[in-house]
């Protein structure tokens, strides 16, 4: 059965990870490094009241949202706990979308107050004014001469703030989900959400403690980026990393080595990149990394150990979702099965089921459901959606699996993403995985395509290593470098070279605009 911590009734979320630092004696310690400076616990505190007061000042309640479309710094912690203080509730969006997406999320969320990244307000100034539900805009950052700065805007208010007196089971923030397969769908988290993630993979998976130094290239703004560089340091008291700009391999390796990270997390994307990159060594990043994490896609086994063999420390390849907030699947520190995404988190349990929702035969695929203590109560006004995918205490993940006799899940691919080819079912992820393994590709997508015959097969989408040259030469030789190593029936009968794969904000690769274009 899901494990649920026992928490008081009365209990708001803000208590927990940002006022609890100061009554025991961690007011000095450094909580955020951000591209502007460093904040102690104490100056956080300050920080999450005066944003809670500037809220309560502006006009918003109890249980109204407040849209947050903020770069990684210290603004984004300060705004979202400072919202969940008031008993408000702050919704994180993506960064890298465009002002026909913020307009979607204004509208769907009835946000009445945004928050927005200066460097951001561009795509947002040709909406803001005919919003039916916004009533205002505070902008971090650099702003016009007449509009007041954030951090005027806060000084002006006390640091002192009673939380409201919300529940566990109170809405405390949404996350709308990247929308790899369609539009995005609020996700409606509870406040006692957050330390059930923090508590179960990040204090007995992770194994984070308070000397640790965390930094993620992954985004505050969606599920993984938030355990991992605000809820799970906050939690364990330890240090983190923020950086405002895109995660590039070169960007992600200065900060380990400035800040001398202990644990970092990516997605296999950027673990990849970094390894493709001739001028990163193990030197050119941090001498006290412990721990890397990947999630957002299965890490192909060849860039686990790949990775492991350069840096000297293995990667916890692991899944979460949005609707699950974090990490519910995940191999161990000290159980690392690289081409598997290890066991369940304490406190969730899996089962694996086919069409009909009977559980499958071990070895077979079929659909992945979890249960668990930190599942997203429903998709706010999406009933259809909502009873599809949370049904009584199971969710419905969307990722094919299939679980080994050792009790290990292997990834077989989405639901929408497996391909039958003469009669068999094919996981895109394998053919993607055997394709990896080949010293001339950097990245690869797979997808069905149908031949002359109208028979599905797998095509795939091929991205190079740079300096090497795309000829039909190479598609042979990648053809018969997967031959022999899975079933003759399972090899990409196309191959496509491409400058790049379309991907989510979160690294996730967009199948669906590859099976368009196929």
Known sequence: MPRFLELPRRYNAASHFIDRHIAEGRGDKIAFIDDKGSYTYAELAARVNRAGNLLKAQGVQPEQRVMLALLDGIDFPAMFFGAMKIGAVPVPVNTLLTTKDYDFFLRDSRAVLLVVSDALMEKFRPIVSDQPYLEKVLISGQVPPTVTPLPKLLAEQSDQLEAAATTPDDIGFWLYSSGSTGSPKGAMHLHGDLIHTAVLYGQEVLGIVENDVVFSAAKLFFAYGLGNAMTFPLHAGATAVLMAERPTPAAVMQRLKQHQATIFYGVPTLYAGIL?????????????????????????????????????????????????LHIFLSNRPDDIRYGTTGVAVPGYDLKIVNENGQEVEQGEIGELLVSGPSSAVAYWNNRAKSLATFQGPWTRTGDKYLQTKEGYYIYAGRSDDMLKVSGIWVSPFEVESALQAHPKVLEVAVVGHADNDDLIKPKAFVVLKDGVGATDALVGELQSFVKDRLAPYKYPRWIEFVSELPKTATGKIQRFKLRAQA
């Open 276 to 324: 493709a990159d001739q001028t990163i060594t193990k030197e050119s990043g941090s001498a006290k990394l412990r721990r890397c994490v990947s999630a957002g896609e299965a890490l192909p086994e060849e860039i686990g150990k790949r990775w492991e063999k350069t840096f000297g420390v293995p990667i916890l390849d692991g899944i979460g979702s949005t609707e699950m």
